[in-house]
């Protein structure tokens, strides 16, 4: 997998829209900038589809991968664009670097902690910043900043 | 008094926001403190135990705070001994740390360099050297120090 995929994540109060450039993402920043609820409507949509009320729209699946069985879900899985949330003890392990070097899916790692044994760069570490309203103004527009730079993405 | 200590220890709950979600009661929620943190962090407004009203959320139940308040509220009010990894906190929860701090014993367990340095003054035990620190300085020359991390 190569290239840069557009993501639109999105239900009634929430949109939030960003590139991803390269095949290791790291998303940080303060707390309550609604990281874990772009995971958890991520999470939802992979899972229930329409049902979920989640709109995901991406050339790519989007899906997460979870504590559970990971080495086995994750050898399965190609050409998709994998969400991680920071409780996942195994993201520090070599056996998870050893597998996404290895992989041709892109990995999205929510964490604060220095993934040491990842090769990412300090380009694709990323907050995420409340944009404003948009469109009816119900629905809350959030986009990806660098960290370490001023610019949106 | 605050301690803290790096890397992976014994009795360290690695993520606080899922124990929060099973371990919570109604008090610690309508604690002035906690009311204080949430609008501070969340921008959110405690209605009742069992209700906060958050501006993008809306109406939304404990569970769905953020998971740096979660943690900050464990650290304040959980009285099982239990170390709670301050990684689960971004970098504006670190005044609040201080300020849990200066009012109980509070161990914290880090795996990577929080930014205390929006805290006023602080004084705080580094438990992986033994060194006292004093101020933002001290702190993250020590940290930067500590290989567990």
Redesign the interface.
Known sequence: MKGKYHVIVQNKRLRYEFDIKRNITIIRGDSATGKTTLYSMIALAARLGDSSGVEVQCEKKCRVLEELDWKLVLQNLHDQIIFLDEDNLFLKTTDFAGMVKESDNYFVIITREDLANLPYSVEEIYGIHTAGKYHDMKQVYNKFYHIYGENHI | MLKIIFGDIENSI??P??YFDNQYEDEWITDPLSVEMVRD???SEVISAHLIESP???PISPKE?????KTLILMMFDDTGKIFNA???????AKWIVEIGKRKDLTINL??VLDFSSADEFDALMLNTGRMIHGYREYFCEAMDIKE?
């Open positions: 690695y993520h926001p899922t962090i969340d921008k993008v959320l809306g705070i953020s998971g740096g308040v990684s689960s906190c971004g970098d504006n929860c795996h990577h991390r």
